[in-house]
């Protein structure tokens, strides 16, 4: 049996469709919340937690010897396709008087601070994914006011697109807790507190300012 070195959202997803599996299925054969495949769907390239790559690696196991076959099959068929789409992400930077909206995420070994963000599929717009993501992980509806600009982030190498927009209503609270830990709004002067000044985007402090 084949070992799989790291799981990705693309490869869970296949996984799923070689077990002929719906989401609900799969959540249950894996463990995890039904939220998380559907993270999975909406971001390929996301990497899941150290504990869920152990839930994926059993579910694989488990699988017949038809279903990892089918699973190859469509990996390596994919491959190629999921090589030449550029992976990019949405942004919403969210302000509510003073304040702006952040979630915690979680890692392996550590936690971080970021603005809600969600992955960009074909076809879709950076700033309607940008607003949906954040009432999915969040509870907060916003809308967008200006589109601040983008860049391959110098950490991950991802192409960002960054989304300055305004608060309409709705409670912060932490939606998805599979990903993140808390959500926040934080004082626009005490940001840098919680991400380093250097990694954010300078566009996002202006805008801020």
């Not at 989401?23 to 939220?35: D, L, P, T």
């Not at 495949?37 to 699988?63: E, M």
């Not at 607003?131 to 509806?141: D, F, I, S």
Request: proline content about 5%; aromatic content about 6%; charged content about 25%.
């Amino acid at each position: 049996m084949d070992v799989i070195d790291t799981w990705d959202g693309r490869r869970a997803c296949l996984l799923q469709e070689a077990l002929r599996m719906t989401q609900e299925q799969f959540a249950e054969f894996v463990e995890v919340s039904v939220r998380t495949v559907g993270k999975w769907h909406s971001s390929h390239g996301g990497r899941p937690r150290s504990d869920v790559q152990r839930l994926l690696d059993a579910a694989y196991k488990r699988a017949t010897d038809d279903a990892r076959h089918r699973f190859h099959l469509l990996t390596r068929s994919t491959a190629a396709a999921s090589q030449a789409q550029a992976f990019r992400v949405a942004v919403a930077v969210v302000t509510k008087g003073t304040d702006v909206l952040l979630v915690c995420r979680r890692g392996d070994d550590s936690i971080s601070w970021q603005f809600p963000a969600g992955t960009v599929k074909p076809g879709r717009a950076p700033a309607v994914v940008a607003v949906e993501e954040t009432r999915a992980e969040t509870g907060v509806r916003c809308a967008i006011r200006r589109h601040l600009g983008e860049r391959v982030h110098p950490k991950t190498g991802v192409l960002i697109e960054y989304h300055l927009a305004e608060y309409l209503m709705g409670e912060a609270e932490n939606r998805d807790p599979d990903e993140n830990s808390d959500v926040a709004w934080v004082p626009r002067a005490a940001l840098t507190r919680f991400i380093p000044e250097q990694t954010i985007f300078p566009p996002i402090l202006e805008a801020l300012a």
